[in-house]
Structures are given as structure tokens and as C-alpha cells.
């Protein structure tokens, strides 16, 4: 029997970056705290995952400052009310919480933004995404940037189902380039 789950690699969830506002940190750690519970489900365990600030870093491969996973746990623990927190009940010497996905805040969240529709000029903004997400970078996302006469095509994989054609420029697009995103105005 493994001792933990295999995170070798990371899923990141489109869904849980729509909900959690487009912050990447705080994606990714919904996302390990699932496969934790998952591998505890399996296993016959309780589905409280005790973790460290320094046990979630490694499992974010050292992407992000341990202010910045602090940050992202608040968001989600207090203002999102994604995760639930507790101290360990068993071993009141434990300093390191246990974190478990609210479920039913989870699946709150994914219908109201299921029930938004986002219009074509929501895609002409993505610069302003940036600070308010401290610059994470996005794993899943694509845009790409098609020019047909006076129309600007711009797909996305976050919502497929939604008419991105607009007549307006973008004031600034998000390309993929081979060591990162950059920012391209036109």
C-alpha cells in the first residue's frame, strides 16, 4: 500500500479556476486537497487532509512563496469558503490544520457560474486578470488570436459553448510563448 497519492503531476480543473476567481495558487491546491481525499477514500480513511504550508509547496513543484499559499488558503478557507479548516481534534499539540473540500460550496459555485454567461468584451480585459490573480500562470488555458478582415476571433478553452467573436481589438492579448505567458498589446 502507497503512503500517499501519486502527485507527480498536477490536474488543474478549469472549474476550479472559474471559482476561485481565476487564482491559480488557489486552484491547484483544491485540486490537491481532492486527490488527497480521494487517495483517503480508497483507503478507508477519514477525508481530513493534514497538510503543512511546506508539504502543499512541494506538492505545487515550489511554484508559488509560502505568503502566496498563505493567501490563496485564506481566500479559499475565509472569503470563498471553498475549504474547511480545523486543528487536528486527536493531537491539540499539532500546529499544521486539516483542510476538506465544502462540497456543497463547491457545486453552489459551479452552478452560479454556470448560470453567468460571459459576453465577447469580458476577453478584451485579460491584462486587468492579471494583478488581481498576482500574476499566476494559467496551465489549461488557451487563446489564440485569428485576424479576418475588421474581425478579431479569440477562442478559449474556459467556455466553448459562448459566441467569442467581437469587432473590437483587444487592448492587450496573453501569449503563449516558449518560456511563459506574455503580454502583447496590438
Same mark, same amino acid.
Given at each position: ?20 476567481? =481565476?487564482? +491559480? ?7 490537491? %486537497? /481532492?486527490?488527497?481525499?480521494?487517495? *483517503?477514500?480508497?483507503?478507508? #480513511? ?48 499539532? =500546529?499544521? +490544520? ?7 460550496? %463547491? /457545486?453552489?459555485?459551479?452552478?452560479? *457560474?454556470?448560470?453567468?454567461? #460571459? ?68
Amino acid at each position: 500500500m502507497s503512503t500517499s497519492p501519486n502527485l507527480t503531476y498536477l490536474k488543474l480543473c478549469k472549474e476550479y479556476v472559474q471559482i476561485t476567481q =481565476r487564482n +491559480y495558487c488557489a486552484a491547484k491546491i483544491l485540486a490537491i %486537497i /481532492e486527490s488527497w481525499q480521494q487517495w *483517503k477514500a480508497k483507503h478507508k #480513511l477519514d477525508d481530513w487532509v493534514r497538510l503543512t504550508l511546506e508539504q502543499i509547496r512541494e506538492h505545487l513543484f515550489e511554484e508559488y512563496s509560502i505568503e502566496t499559499i498563505r493567501q490563496a488558503l485564506a481566500k479559499l478557507t475565509n472569503k470563498l469558503q471553498l475549504l474547511k479548516r480545523r486543528n487536528n481534534p486527536k493531537a491539540k499539540y499539532d =500546529r499544521a +490544520y486539516q483542510y476538506q473540500l465544502n462540497r456543497e460550496a %463547491i /457545486e453552489q459555485a459551479l452552478a452560479q *457560474k454556470q448560470a453567468k454567461t #460571459l459576453a465577447p468584451s469580458h476577453f478584451t480585459n485579460l491584462g486587468d486578470d492579471l494583478q488581481e490573480s498576482e500574476l499566476s500562470t494559467p496551465s489549461s488555458e488557451v487563446i489564440n488570436s485569428k485576424t479576418s478582415g475588421d474581425q478579431i476571433e479569440i477562442d478559449s478553452t474556459l467556455d466553448t459553448s459562448i459566441d467569442t467573436t467581437t469587432t473590437e481589438p483587444p487592448s492587450a492579448l496573453l501569449l503563449w510563448v516558449k518560456k511563459g505567458w506574455k503580454i502583447s498589446s496590438q
